[in-house]
């Protein structure tokens, strides 16, 4: 059987590449259409569902509002819930000023020198123990008391669980000296001494603080009750001999 083809290729071709343009066409035609839908309803979401939505939610909060309104001691309220969010950050913050006792105990040298203490202050802001106290030894026990303070540690473990020892304080300044007489109508020094202390000693971040009385120095009472300013280095010649 012989078949005869009356189509040219080149006529066969161009029918097919008019297919294939009917079909592209065809399917943008289709995709613009479902853009367009696909826009019809997001715009129709945001006009008709989004409004619908605020026109609640504004209904919501008005109502809210007026139950809220109608509460007494409503900004009482809230100032206390503030404050309750805060107790932590607050709690954190806060100075362990308890230890102050056990200062008070470390620094208070054994008899015949000890110190009566009739009030101790601290002053957080410009970290300042104040403390007045009355001596029966007079100035011996005062000498005592002020060299025990300067010879005082702090050891402690810090935020970066570093182990830390610092001085409990550098300087003492005495003031309001007088003398008095205690209850028993014997006579006595009564005086105030003031120093500033390290930053750590009160500081919640600072744990397992120990503080250490000079007891391992010499701090005996032939040595206290001499100033330490006697004691210097021989002052050297002029031609440089000693």
């Not at 300042?128 to 100035?139: E, F, L, R």
């Not at 669980?161 to 409990?168: E, G």
């Amino acid at each position: 059987m012989i078949e005869i083809n009356l189509i040219p290729d080149v006529k066969q071709e161009l029918l097919n590449a008019k297919r294939i343009q009917t079909y592209v066409i065809s399917g943008a035609v289709i995709a613009g259409i479902v853009a367009v839908s696909v826009v019809v309803l997001m715009g129709f979401y945001l006009v008709a569902v989004q409004g619908l939505l605020g026109r609640s939610v504004d209904g919501s909060i008005e109502t809210k509002g007026a139950e809220l309104s109608g509460i007494d001691d409503l900004s009482n309220m809230l100032t206390i819930q503030h404050q309750l969010s805060s107790l932590s950050e607050m709690h954190d913050t806060k100075n362990i000023d308890s230890r102050m006792f056990d200062i008070l105990a470390a620094i208070n040298p054994p008899q015949p020198n000890q110190i009566s203490v009739s009030s101790a202050k601290i002053d957080s802001e410009t970290d300042t123990i104040s403390i007045d106290g009355q001596a029966n030894n007079i100035y011996d026990a005062a000498e005592v008391f002020k060299k025990t303070i300067l010879g005082t540690t702090l050891s402690y473990t810090d935020e970066d669980n570093k182990s830390m020892t610092v001085p409990l304080t550098g300087e003492v300044s005495t003031s309001d000296i007088s003398f008095g007489e205690d209850a028993s109508g014997k006579k006595v020094l009564r005086f105030t001494m003031s120093f500033e202390y390290d930053s750590a000693t009160f500081a919640r971040s600072s744990k397992n603080l120990i503080i250490a009385r000079p007891d391992s120095k010499n701090v005996t009472d032939s040595f206290l009750r001499i100033p330490q300013s006697l004691f210097s280095e021989r002052a050297a010649n002029v031609g440089g001999e000693q």
